[in-house]
């Protein structure tokens, strides 16, 4: 339905609500222009360069103490937003490619050659 409709979203949509393994593991990612998600992106890097000394303090001696656990998970749920900035960029991108915004022709040979 996802290919035919041009709504990659449906997938993630599908996953994130409707099946319980995703409901436990996939988090929903919701379509944001392009300035928001890079905007996100940059704001969540950012974050995380200031917090990645701490994060080599805190797993230098692979033992999370009482007194590193909460800027541990401080940390990773910086980390998730991290992630779920990307997720956004690449549902972004397959919006893009079903629309015909983006020649996916030329997106594929790209990729290609990034591969190899």
């Known amino acids: ?5 041009k709504k990659p979203d449906l997938c ?5 609500n409707q099946c319980p393994i995703g409901q436990e593991y996939v988090p929903e990612v919701k379509i944001k222009d392009l300035s928001q998600i890079v905007l996100e992106m940059l704001a969540s890097l950012n974050a995380m360069n200031k917090r990645k000394d ?9 033992k999370i103490s009482d007194d590193e656990l909460e800027d541990f998970l ?13 997720e956004t960029l690449q549902l972004w991108a397959e919006k893009m490619l079903a629309a015909g915004v ?7 040979a790209y990729r290609s050659r990034k591969k190899t």
């Open 12 to 16: 993630n949509y599908y996953c994130a």
């Open 54 to 62: 701490r994060l080599i303090e805190i797993t230098a001696d692979g």
């Open 1 to 5: 339905m996802a290919e035919k409709y």
């Open 102 to 108: 983006i020649d996916e022709a030329q997106y594929e």
């Open 74 to 86: 401080y940390i990773q749920e910086e980390l998730e937003r991290i992630s779920i900035t990307v």
